[in-house]
Nanobody, 127 residues
Framework: QVQLAESGGGLVQAGGSLRLSCAAS????????IAWFRQGPGKEREFVAA????????YYADSVKGRFTCSRDNAKNTLYLQMNSLKPEDTAVYYC????????????????????WGQGTQVTVSS
């Protein structure tokens, strides 16, 4: 029903920037909250950021607040994650995920609340 495809990952030096994109297709994309998660080597998957379906509310993990900006363009069905001041600890596979519910009033941060997932894009930050 919903397909997600991430792009924009790569290798960058510490202090650098990258912009990830998540192209979404399928039913009711504009009605779903879409989030970014990441999983670093040897680590559990963790919530990074999300933007509500309406685009008027975002939420960030403390570890990325002030450095990452999440936005969406519903006309293009695309979600973005602008990552600035990258650190080696940001190294991970980054995934976008779409909420299983529609018009949800709150942004959820647990992976289990998201039903649709992309394949991920690797981000590597060298020191």
């Amino acid at each position: 029903q919903v397909q997600l495809a991430e792009s924009g990952g790569g290798l960058v030096q510490a202090g650098g920037s990258l912009r990830l994109s998540c192209a979404a297709s399928g039913r009711y994309i504009a009605s779903r909250t879409i989030a970014w998660f990441r999983q670093g080597p040897g680590k559990e998957r963790e919530f990074v950021a999300a933007v509500r379906w309406s685009g008027d509310n975002t939420y960030y993990a403390d570890s990325v607040k002030g450095r990452f900006t999440c936005s969406r363009d519903n006309a293009k069905n695309t979600l973005y994650l602008q990552m600035n001041s990258l650190k080696p600890e940001d190294t991970a596979v980054y995934y976008c995920a779409a909420d299983r519910g529609l018009f949800q009033p709150r942004i959820m941060t647990r992976g289990n609340d998201y039903e649709y997932w992309g394949q991920g894009t690797q981000v590597t930050v060298s020191s």
